[in-house]
């Protein structure tokens, strides 16, 4: 797992917000990240964000995909499920589980579960990773990227002139 090591001793947005990836207890396929509940965590009703629930799974999902990946591959989410079961509370330690389902040449299925202190799930997820790497040619662009007709300016009408 040298690559998951490696990205790991990075830090990154996990590390900003109090989250680490627990090498020890994570495997080839299977990540886990552990991190405490501060009240910066909270939202205004006093319980853990959603966000920061989004944000340790895809953290040990995404670790899980990165630890399949060979060298000179690369790897980002596509989509992110998420479902919210339980609350967590300031002082709580959150422990999440990443676990790749699949890996295929580009895309890589993976779910997660989130628990508290007392061991009890608090959510569960499911996402994919696009992966790709430099000897990967340019994929064709997507209806957003291809350039779009000649828009009309305002003297312009949308008949054809008359040429008779």
Known sequence: MPTLLRAASLGGFHHEVGFRIDPAASERGVVTVTGRVEHRHLNINGVVHGGVYATILDTAMGASV??????????ATTSLYVEFLRAAREGDTLT????????????????????????????????????????DRAPPP???????????TSGQSSRPANRS
């Open 96 to 135: 999440a589980r990443g676990e790749v389902l699949r890996r295929g040449r580009h895309i890589a299925f993976a779910e997660g579960n989130l628990f508290g202190s007392d061991g009890k799930r608090l959510s569960q997820a499911r996402g994919t990773w696009y992966i790709w790497s430099a000897d």
């Open 66 to 75: 990165v630890s399949l990946l060979r060298e000179g591959e690369t790897t």
């Open 142 to 152: 997507t209806p957003a990227e291809k350039p779009r007709p000649r828009q009309r």
